[in-house]
């Protein structure tokens, strides 16, 4: 649970010091952990694109996972099975998204009123 957040340390304004108050004055907090911050502030807390689970085979067919069916022959019978194919698969890349959804680390409480 809650694998989908950034695994940068000190990410967070309050990541660098011990207190937890979020001061960034106070000993204990390093000159890029405050530059991330910036930049943070200064950036969209929107995400326009994401890395795309899918794969192309050879084929280019488009799916999550592919499955070759091979056919045992196991005490004179004869049974189908479905064995995974790995090789030869290409990542779809990049995607841009249709609605911009907002960054799992966006360090704001949001609520509808």
Request: aromatic content about 10%.
């Amino acid at each position: 649970m809650g694998g989908s957040g950034s695994k940068t340390k000190g990410y967070w304004p309050f990541a660098g010091s011990g207190s937890g108050d979020g001061d960034p004055t106070k000993e204990g907090v390093d000159e890029q952990s405050l530059a991330r911050l910036r930049s943070f502030r200064n950036g969209t807390p929107f995400v326009f694109t994401r890395r795309s689970s899918l794969y192309f085979d050879e084929d280019g067919d488009l799916a999550h996972e592919f499955y070759e069916e091979t056919v045992v022959t196991k005490n004179g019978r004869r049974r189908s099975k479905l064995k995974k194919i790995q090789k030869n698969l290409i990542p779809q890349g990049t995607i841009h998204l249709e609605h911009p959804c907002i960054h799992v680390d966006f360090p704001v409480v949001l609520c509808e009123v």
